[in-house]
């Protein structure tokens, strides 16, 4: 793993890692109880569309963690390989360019992966 910044690359350290693999963990337990809960309740076919949101929390979480790179920091211009919450600002404006860049490619990568989650659960014959 990195311990530096590379502009469109890495912007966290293992501390961030492990807060975004701990997001993972906890948006697939909300799916996965979300998807329990409507198959275990008859709820209709189209209330299983509502796993969306979870499965996308969960997804955010796994292609940050995998990526070493967290979204919002890109957004915003920032990184972070020290204690957690000590932020540090990007300088170059094209470094700045190339964090956005790699933040709208995870925000894509992780709704593709919440809605093939969604279309799976929402295929299923249960």
Excluded: H, W
């Excluded at 170059?92 to 956005?100: G, Y």
């Amino acid at each position: 793993m990195s311990a530096e910044y590379i502009p469109g690359t890495c912007n966290i350290g293992s501390g961030e890692v492990k807060r975004r693999q701990l997001v993972a963990i906890f948006g697939l337990f909300l799916t996965v109880f979300s998807a329990i809960t409507i198959v275990a309740t008859d709820q209709s076919k189209s209330s299983r569309l509502s796993i969306f949101l979870p499965a996308l929390i969960f997804s955010i979480g796994f292609v940050q963690s995998r990526k070493k790179f967290c979204l919002a920091y890109g957004l915003a211009g920032t990184f972070n390989f020290g204690k957690l919450g000590q932020i540090s600002k990007v300088q170059s404006s094209e470094d700045k360019k190339a964090d956005r860049k790699t933040a709208v490619s995870i925000l894509l990568q992780s709704v593709a992966v919440a809605a093939l989650i969604t279309a799976v659960f929402f295929l299923l014959p249960l």
